[in-house]
């Protein structure tokens, strides 16, 4: 990279393992400077600061990327803060490049193979108002000294001593780091909104808790004038236990602890290069007069910055708060790259969870920035084999933490970017993924002994799924053979679309798709029906959890989804027989679902494109063990990892896959998009050109007012029922061919301006 030529890594070997360490050199500036860029990046996370003063309000630069391939840096216009001397700093700790990684494996904390060491690096370029430049770099000119951030980290929190005194440690020493420094892509990660305590509890334990009334991805800032030495630390947590208690468990081995030493000025405690998920948080030590010296606190909600884009509200509160629980699910998981959950020892980038949501997520958010970046490293993770891994960025050893290749998780690289290109109509999206893609279908082509079909491998399958017998457990009863197979298809159908929508010739995997299908319906289906039972092929240890001893199953709600949604019938007369089929088994289990991470998305829209429109509303309306609105019942303010995280006797569910803060089950988002308000993009119609606008209402939500700010302007749906019938209205912008089909058959195709319809009861 031209910007870094000549400057250097620097590190500080002196520095305490954990500590943050501030980077420094004070310049002299023998002129009025007219411009001057200052270029940044750091293995670790980094603030700066010219002159003690804080140049941005950015949090957690530069970014969580795959560092071994690439490492972003920041650009910083700073003339205005260098008259006569000036002295830059740079203040890093640990973040991800250093810092904990993945959960524990007996005990102890994986690896993480980037660095050992937290290392910045720097360049400034300038001009004065006569002419002069100036260039200064990082080099071994530069000096580090200790800061009052004692320890921080991702997952563990932050220790923060006001009174110690600052350590010189002398001249920074030069270290190489491999990777490429690239320029920022996306808006990074900012605060978007405070929310203060709604009620200070004294739980029967007795401990002091603070409750900030949501769930949310953020740090604390307290504002604190006490005396010299007093220490306040405080831990978080998602929820209370059923006897209202603190509880933080499901955080495994993440400490999530804060803890500030402050001497007798007014300080404000804030973790500088960590966040935290929670709702709650416990002070777990603090002076006597702890509320007398706290002059504010807050929870600072942070996420990637991005423009808020869809909005739905409805005649039902709890439906209602499920559609907050799905947005918070977003603000709580987009810091930065698609995380499953923002608390526990994870945090990581989880590309089925990403891939699930990401459909609901691009009509919430423009979130075109958000998967460019993150895109960009799954492609530079994927394996010359073509694999796709569980986990992008990865940052361990993989083969330590088995981070499977596994169907509907590697199918990120299919899907995702063609979802954004439906979205947002940009076929950049496909140009640049399309060789990926390829390779990911090459790579399970390739595997196994069957080129049509997908029956080796270890896969997460319907992940937390509620099959009979497998509550459980943390893997569905659906055969995994079959799972992986019809997500192979999928991907196939979507590499297709992509080369056509590229101009390419696809005729050969078109004839791929068609094989795959016959195969499927052959070893499947061969008497046109799905079995009971399909044999279990994996070879991996039994567990209880993981439930890999159990039958795999191949009439399940999860099997029958995926194959109508991924058009794996023989024929019309087959799809008529499954659709049935699937309302069946849904009346079977008591009009509940059992679906888990891969069926769910597609469930009720499998429902009401085959017609079962009502029995799509009944589960979407369900309230009790499995349903959205079980958690809804319980609390929740964000999506649950779990259908019952919190069990009806107030107990969980598990101690160690119980996030509460887990977007994947709030893909039902798109469903009330595309069916309920009836926002659809046609096939063809990609970037909201040509769409249906043809909602479903259903009395039991009164009326519903939705919208989506596309790239095409704002389309607006709304139904109500008045008196006798419905009344509906809808906003298409000028560029929108939209095709309007009301529920009494009446159908009409619009562009531009407003339109109001009436449909009798
Ligand atoms: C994560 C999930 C993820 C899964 C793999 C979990 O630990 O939290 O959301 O997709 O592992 O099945």
């Given at each position: 990279?031209?910007?870094?030529k ?12 954990g ?8 310049l002299?500036f023998?002129?009025?400077?007219k411009?001057?860029?200052l ?19 950015n ?19 700073v ?30 904390s ?18 004065y108002?006569d ?9 071994g000119?530069?000096n ?45 990660v ?14 029967p ?36 236990d ?28 804030k973790p ?40 739905f509200?409805c005649?039902?509160e ?25 608390q ?32 960009g490293?799954?492609?530079l ?26 169907a509907?998780w590697?199918?990120?690289?299919t ?11 940009d ?21 196994g ?10 896969h997460y399958?319907d992940?937390?799924?509620m ?15 079959l ?18 929508a ?48 159990a039958v ?9 989804t ?35 991470f891969?069926?769910t ?7 009401t ?7 799509a ?36 569910w ?11 089950y709030?893909?039902v ?5 595309e ?5 659809k ?11 249906y606008l ?15 700010d596309?790239?095409?302007?704002k ?8 008196d ?13 061919d ?7 058959g009446?159908s ?8 109001t ?5």
């Amino acid at each position: 990279m031209e910007i870094f030529k000549s400057a250097n890594w620097i590190t500080c070997a002196l520095a305490n393992e954990g500590s943050a360490i501030a980077f420094y050199r004070n310049l002299s500036f023998s002129g009025k400077v007219k411009m001057a860029d200052l270029y940044v990046s750091a293995v670790g996370v980094y603030d700066l600061f010219i002159n003690g003063k804080k140049i941005d309000e950015n949090y957690m630069k530069p970014g969580f990327t795959s560092y071994k391939n690439r490492l972003q840096y920041q650009h910083f216009s700073v003339a205005e803060h260098l008259n006569g001397n000036a002295e830059i700093r740079i203040e890093a700790g640990a973040g991800w490049a250093v810092g904990h990684h993945m959960h524990q494996i007996n005990g102890v904390s994986p690896k993480n193979l980037f660095s050992k060491e937290i290392a910045v690096i720097a360049t400034l370029t300038g001009e004065y108002e006569d002419g002069r430049t100036f260039v200064f770099q990082t080099d071994g000119d530069w000096n580090a000294r200790s800061t009052e951030v004692l320890f921080s980290d991702i997952y563990e929190g932050e220790t923060v001593d006001f009174t110690k005194p600052v350590v010189e440690y002398g001249k920074a020493q030069i270290t190489q780091i491999q990777t490429n420094l690239v320029a920022q892509i996306g808006e990074g990660v900012v605060e978007n909104e405070r929310l203060t305590p709604i009620a200070v509890i004294t739980t029967p334990k007795g401990e002091t808790v603070l409750d900030f009334g949501q769930n949310l991805t953020g740090v604390v800032e307290m504002v604190v004038k006490g005396k010299e030495g007093d220490k306040i630390s405080f831990s978080c947590a998602e929820v209370l236990d059923k006897d209202g208690n603190f509880y933080n468990d499901n955080y495994r081995s993440a400490k999530n602890q804060m803890t500030y030493v402050v001497d007798g000025n007014l300080r404000t405690l804030k973790p500088k290069f960590s966040f935290q998920g929670f709702r709650y948080i416990r002070l777990d030590e603090k002076p006597e007069d702890f509320f007398e010296k706290l002059q504010s606190v807050c929870a600072i909600v942070l996420h990637t910055k991005m423009k808020r884009t869809g909005y739905f509200v409805c005649g039902n509160e709890k439906i209602n708060q499920l559609y907050h629980n799905i947005i918070w699910g977003q603000k709580s998981n987009y810091l930065d790259i698609p995380t499953d959950c923002p608390q526990r020892d994870e945090r990581l980038g989880w590309t089925g969870d990403a891939q699930v949501f990401c459909r609901t997520a691009s009509y919430n958010f423009d979130v075109r920035n958000f998967f460019k970046k993150w895109l960009g490293d799954v492609r530079l993770e994927q394996t010359e084999d073509g694999e796709v891994l569980g986990v992008v960025p990865q940052l361990i050893d993989r083969k330590l933490f088995s981070t499977r290749i596994s169907a509907g998780w590697g199918d990120c690289i299919t899907i995702i970017p063609y979802e954004l290109y439906r979205v947002y109509g940009d076929k950049s999206f496909l140009s640049e993924n399309f060789d990926a893609m390829q390779k990911w279908v090459e790579y399970i082509r390739r595997t196994g002994d069957n080129e049509y079909l997908w029956l080796t491998g270890y896969h997460y399958g319907d992940w937390l799924a509620m099959d009979e017998g497998m509550e459980d457990s943390y893997v569905g009863a659906t055969s995994n053979d079959l799972v992986a197979s019809a997500f192979y298809a999928y991907s196939v159908e979507l590499l297709v679309k992509a080369g056509k929508a590229l101009g390419k010739d696809m005729r050969e995997y078109e004839q791929l798709r068609q094989n795959i299908k016959k195969e499927f319906c052959a070893y499947f289906m061969p008497e046109g029906e799905l079995l009971e039972e399909y044999p279990y092929t994996e070879k991996i240890p039994k567990g209880k959890k993981s439930g890999c001893d159990a039958v795999r199953k191949g009439l399940t709600q999860t099997a029958v989804t995926l194959i109508l949604q991924f058009a794996l019938y023989k024929d019309e007369t087959q799809k008529t027989a499954l659709a049935k089929k699937l309302d069946e088994l849904i009346e079977a289990n008591g009009g509940k679902m059992t679906t888990g991470f891969l069926g769910t998305p597609y469930l009720l829209h499998a429902l009401t494109e085959t017609g079962y429109v009502k029995r799509a509303y009944d589960v979407f309306f369900r309230e009790d063990n499995p349903s959205w609105l079980y958690s809804v019942n319980h609390g929740a303010t964000t999506m649950w990892e779990h259908w019952n995280g919190i069990k009806e006797d107030g107990s969980f569910w598990s101690t160690d896959m119980n996030s509460f803060n887990h977007y994947a089950y709030g893909a039902v988002g798109d469903w009330m998009y595309e069916t309920v308000a009836g926002i659809k993009i046609k096939e063809g119609g990609e970037g909201f050109e040509k769409i249906y606008l043809a909602p479903h209402p259903d009395k039991r939500l009164g009326f519903v007012d939705c919208s989506i700010d596309s790239v095409k302007g704002k389309i607006e749906s709304k139904w109500r029922y008045i008196d006798d019938g419905i009344k509906f209205e809808f906003n298409v912008p000028y560029g929108v061919d939209a095709e309007i089909r009301l529920p009494d058959g009446q159908s009409e195709r619009v562009t531009g301006g407003n339109y109001t319809y009436f449909v009798k009861n």
